[in-house]
């Protein structure tokens, strides 16, 4: 929408959209509901000059290097105003990342913040210690220290952290959520009967804590909820189309009520339905009165649509609203109002499938090895060999998680950045590979023959655990 003062119209010679300012009685290319992130009134550097495309969305012009962009040379971010629909569709899913990384630097508290948790009690002792921090406090620099293990967390630590932590949140013992009805891809959903667990909703305030933290600080989950968690975590509406990748039986029934004559068949059918409850069946109405209105060929479209809301949320909103309440103490609703819910799952999940060309082309190698060394030959061969879940075992060895940026293998963090896969000479043939997973580096003794070096690897990758000092 625009101020009541603004206007826009197309320029009949150029064909090209312009705005009118009613109130100063000035026209501008510039789309007045495009905003900078940061003080647009700052200078720019020299030989740079900002221009508007025919649809009014600002560029920026280096007449130094002769090359366009749409990343402001000031800050490095991009124009962003989260309520234009049509702005946000032409942002690719690169784009919309950058943006919401940007915001989340510019962001970051001053100062830090340190945990301190055993491996035997970690999640316990990081649920104690994150919820007792204030959420402004959570925006600065974090540091995770494992008791007795002498790592420095120069952000490995921190990743191997989330790993294991959002891992820790599907214990059975927790009953904070339960497979999807449709668990071939073992997704998770809300659990309706979490309240067994006299404490559930205190961890659900940290679950949402805990994946704003993750986003905040750009790192990685491996708790692999459905589409429809991710929907809600952004406020969308949901629809029976998401039903279908929840519980395709169910939505196949609805949709056969909303395909077929009911008064020819002769249902007999009312505005309730029955649900499990610890081994009960429970009846519940869908509206007041449901139990005694018959669903008919007039209503039943009211009746699908309330059967929808109740599959997708019963006994799950008060569970939903602590995660929501927490998640945007981390994350600001508007930060997100650009994302939908598969580029969110990307930002917290990252993927799980490895493009191994990718990989090898964004690998570094140091100390004596080069893409035609011997054990480099063999390492890939090796990698090429593994299962899915050993590969999966192997890059989260060497870099913390088992996930990659969306980007690819050119993306992956370091302490300082974005950091290269990097593998280097190091030790004897006696010795085990070791990791740093700070700098995503792997150091590679120089094995003698290609079984020795699929032996130690996968030894190291299956039977190590813990962290050296970087």
């Not at 060929?297 to 006994?315: A, R």
């Not at 090898?360 to 879940?389: C, D, H, L």
Request: glycine letters at 6%; one cysteine or more; a negative charge.
């Amino acid at each position: 929408m625009f101020d009541v003062i603004s206007e826009s119209r197309v320029d009949p010679r150029r064909q090209r959209v312009y705005f009118v300012d009613h109130n100063t009685k000035v026209t501008t290319w510039v789309d007045p509901r495009y905003k900078y992130i940061v003080n647009k009134n700052s200078q720019l550097p020299r030989g740079w000059e900002i221009k508007t495309n025919p649809d009014g969305l600002p560029y920026f012009v280096d007449h130094n290097t002769r090359t366009t962009t749409f990343q402001d040379p000031r800050n490095g971010l991009f124009l962003f105003h989260a309520d234009d629909r049509f702005y946000r569709a032409r942002r690719s899913t690169t784009e919309k990342f950058y943006i919401f990384r940007s915001l989340c630097q510019i962001n970051l508290y001053p100062g830090n913040f340190r945990v301190v948790v055993s491996r035997d009690n970690m999640f316990e002792e990081s649920v104690s210690q994150i919820m007792g921090f204030t959420p402004m406090k959570l925006h600065s620099r974090m540091s995770i220290v494992i008791s007795g293990e002498e790592g420095l967390d120069y952000g490995g630590i921190s990743r191997e952290w989330f790993s294991k932590v959002s891992r820790d949140m599907q214990n059975p013992m927790y009953c904070l959520f339960k497979y999807s009805s449709d668990n071939r891809d073992y997704l998770l959903q809300i659990n309706p009967t979490s309240s067994v667990n006299a404490n559930h909703l205190h961890y659900f305030r940290f679950v949402g804590r805990f994946l704003g933290l993750a986003l905040f600080h750009r790192c990685y989950i491996d708790s692999c909820f459905d589409l429809i968690f991710f929907k809600q975590l952004l406020g969308r509406t949901t629809s029976i189309m998401d039903l279908k990748n929840r519980d395709e039986e169910m939505y196949n029934s609805l949709v056969w009520i909303l395909e077929n004559p009911l008064d020819e068949l002769g249902m007999d059918l009312y505005f309730s339905t029955e649900y499990d409850e610890f081994g009960k069946l429970k009846e519940v109405e869908l509206m007041p009165g449901g139990k005694n209105t018959k669903v008919t060929e007039e209503n039943k479209k009211d009746y699908v649509n309330l059967m929808v809301e109740f599959l997708l949320t019963h006994n799950t909103s008060q569970q939903l609203q602590e995660i929501l309440t927490a998640f945007y103490e981390m994350i600001p609703a508007p930060w997100l109002a650009f994302i939908d819910e598969k580029e969110l799952e990307l930002l917290l999940c990252g993927i799980q499938t490895y493009d191994i060309d990718d990989w090898k082309a964004n690998t570094v190698y140091k100390r004596g090895y080069s893409t035609s060394s011997e054990q480099i030959v063999w390492f890939w061969k090796v990698v090429e060999e593994m299962t899915p879940e050993e590969r999966a075992k192997l890059i989260q060895f060497t870099t913390g998680t088992s996930h990659v940026p969306v980007t690819g293998f050119a993306d992956l963090v370091g302490s300082h950045g974005t950091q290269l896969f990097n593998i280097e000479k190091w030790g004897q043939a006696s010795h085990l590979p070791r990791a740093h997973t700070c700098f995503n580096r792997l150091d590679l003794p120089p094995y003698n023959s290609y079984d020795e070096l699929k032996t130690k690897l996968l030894t190291a990758i299956n039977e190590t655990s813990g962290f050296h000092e970087e």
